[in-house]
């Protein structure tokens, strides 16, 4: 029989996924999602990605069961399996989503259309989020952006299956050149699977977002900022429209509906919601900026920064970062609480960034590949785009440079964060918790912990360290050239957004628990 087949990338979900409607529309499909030995080398993943697509996998099969199929895992490069399958039985045309995605899955992409052209098979590909393939100019995106999220959702005609699962239930078929989700073998050489990290599937998903629209929301504004409030006040749902268990139209609908039915004494969670939707906003404003321009995954997205920081990598300062022992206690337990979650908020994802690129003065794109390995949202257009942006390489931002004890101070007053993640942290009193390192030798005596031992000493003093890299930013920022070439930048990737513009670089962004002036 002939039939369309359905390729599930980061996509994971049966609701408004255009691919799939496409693809009923023209008669049977076949569904495959493919396991990529090379993907799974790549810098930026880890096993915790590896298992959330399972967990996401799962779910989606048993949505695709309830309308008489399955989704099939194939394991290989993925013009090795549409060869292997087209060899078996061809199909007529291959549907997917658009993917804005690292290296590898975009060079992929393109042997992928050169397969399907050397086979005369129309590949169909369909944008996910608010993101323009082929965009000609910034000045549309806006526009773009809403006619993707107002327009209705994608319904799915009567689906028919090339084939009848052999069971209600998934068993993988040993004459079958595919497995099923739960028989899917993480490659042996990935690590790192945080205990507390969110688990994956729409199920989760469609609580995680309900639970925020009814309620959470109300904490949004004023509770995103510190890392004690932000796990329950932020939404979590970047990881659900990372790997597609929702669609980010339907969240930005699902939250217009919201809005409409609120009574008006709901108001914080009113303001919360219209702050939330901006963020939605961002999301594919950043991922505008790698699909535009893939570089920017491995090069400065000015180039005038070229050789700033990347001949001068220290490695002792990147494993104390990397091991949670800079001495800072407000980087320190977000390091751990990362590594122990998967997720931390805006802020502190900014605070490490800058800590890493500022006083510890080290190049984005190392650094950036372990963060990748540690959210568990990994989103690459946002990732290396915020990457670059708190690191101060796209020449088109205002410096802004985070301190970790100021921001301790500002978001953990009581320091019940750095007690919760740092143990040895727990008995140091309240006038040391945001620099331990000023305890007298009688105090360390009396308390039995010793800096440089239970406690790191801080590895550089960071008032002359900030001081430094920010001076040596600035003087390549005012190099002639350097200023010449701001303009290219901003005419490709600035958001011609209303109020994104900071109005002077000495605007200081006090609270902004909002966020919603973040930078273009
Ligand atoms: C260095 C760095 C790296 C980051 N890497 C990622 C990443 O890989 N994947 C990712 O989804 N987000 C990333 N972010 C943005 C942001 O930190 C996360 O989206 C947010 O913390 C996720 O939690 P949430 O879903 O509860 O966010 P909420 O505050 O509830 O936001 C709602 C949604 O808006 C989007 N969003 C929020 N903040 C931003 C932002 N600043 N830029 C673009 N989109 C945003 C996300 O899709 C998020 O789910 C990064 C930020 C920094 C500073």
Same mark, same amino acid.
């Given at each position: 029989m002939s039939y369309q087949l359905v390729w599930f990338k980061r996509d994971l979900r049966s609701e408004d996924h255009a691919a799939l409607v496409e693809a009923t529309k023209l008669g049977p499909i076949r569904c495959i999602y493919v396991l990529e030995p090379t993907l799974w080398l790549q810098p930026d993943v880890a096993l915790q990605h590896f298992e959330f697509i399972r967990e996401s996998l799962q779910d989606l099969d048993g949505q695709l069961r309830l309308l008489g199929g399955e989704i099939e895992i194939h394991e290989g490069e993925v013009t090795e399996v549409l060869s292997k399958i087209w060899q078996e039985t061809p199909f007529q045309g291959l549907y997917s989503h658009q993917e804005t995605g690292n290296r590898f899955t975009y060079a992929r992409d393109q042997d992928v259309g050169k397969w399907c052209q050397s086979h005369g098979i129309h590949w169909g590909e369909y944008a996910q989020f608010g993101v323009v393939r082929g965009l000609k100019n910034r000045n549309e995106w806006q526009a773009c952006w809403q006619r993707h999220m107002e327009a209705p959702m994608c319904e799915l005609p009567l689906v028919q299956f090339w084939k009848t699962p052999l069971s209600n239930k998934p068993v993988t078929n040993p004459s079958a050149h595919f497995v099923t989700p739960a028989a899917m073998q993480a490659p042996a050489h990935l690590r790192h699977n945080p205990p507390l990290r969110q688990r994956g599937g729409r199920s989760v998903a469609l609580k995680t977002l309900n639970s925020f629209l009814k309620q959470r929301s109300m904490w949004y504004r004023g509770g995103i900022s510190s890392p004690l409030s932000a796990p329950d006040a932020c939404s979590r749902l970047s990881v659900f429209i990372s790997y597609g268990c929702l669609s980010i139209r339907e969240v930005v609908q699902a939250t217009n509906e919201e809005l409409l039915?609120?009574?008006?004494?709901?108001?914080?969670? *009113?303001?919360?919601?219209? %702050?939330?939707?901006?963020?939605?906003?961002?999301?594919?404003?950043?991922?505008? @900026?790698?699909?535009?321009?893939?570089?920017?995954?491995?090069?400065?997205?000015?180039?005038?920064?070229?050789?700033? &920081?990347?001949?001068?990598?220290?490695?002792?300062?990147?494993? %104390?970062?990397?091991?949670? &022992?800079? !001495?800072?206690p407000m980087v320190d337990a977000c390091v751990v609480m990362l590594r122990e979650t998967g997720w931390l908020n805006f802020r502190m994802r900014a605070m490490l960034v800058s800590v890493a690129a500022y006083p510890l003065w080290l190049h984005w794109k190392p650094v950036g590949d372990w963060l990748a390995t540690q959210f568990l949202?990994?989103?690459?257009?946002?990732?290396?785009?915020?990457?670059?942006?708190?690191?101060?390489?796209?020449?088109?931002?205002?410096?802004?440079?985070?301190?970790?004890?100021?921001? %301790?101070?500002?978001?953990?007053? *009581? !320091?019940?964060?750095?007690? @919760?993640?740092?143990?040895?942290?727990?008995?140091?009193?309240?006038?040391?918790?945001f620099e331990p390192w000023n305890m007298t030798q009688d105090v360390q005596n009396h308390l !039995?912990?010793?800096? !440089? *031992?239970?406690?790191?000493?801080?590895?550089?003093?960071? %008032?002359?360290?900030? *001081?430094?890299?920010k001076d040596r930013l600035h003087s390549r920022r005012n190099l002639s050239e350097v200023r010449a070439g701001k303009k290219s930048v901003i005419n490709k990737h600035a958001s011609r957004k209303k109020g994104a513009e900071r109005k002077n670089s000495k605007v200081k962004s006090k609270d902004t628990s909002s966020q919603l002036t973040l930078e273009f």
């Open positions: 039915q609120m009574p008006p004494e709901a108001s914080r969670r *009113k303001s919360g919601l219209v %702050a939330f939707i901006s963020r939605l906003y961002w999301h594919c404003h950043f991922i505008q @900026k790698l699909e535009s321009e893939p570089e920017i995954e491995w090069e400065n997205m000015h180039r005038g920064y070229d050789g700033l &920081r990347e001949h001068e990598f220290n490695v002792d300062h990147f494993n %104390a970062l990397k091991d949670g &022992r800079t !001495g800072w949202d990994y989103e690459p257009g946002i990732h290396w785009s915020q990457m670059q942006m708190q690191s101060g390489t796209t020449g088109i931002n205002v410096t802004r440079v985070y301190n970790p004890i100021k921001q %301790a101070q500002d978001h953990d007053q *009581k !320091g019940f964060f750095v007690r @919760k993640w740092l143990p040895h942290m727990r008995q140091i009193p309240n006038t040391w918790i !039995g912990i010793y800096i !440089g *031992k239970e406690i790191p000493q801080p590895i550089v003093d960071i %008032a002359t360290a900030t *001081k430094t890299s």
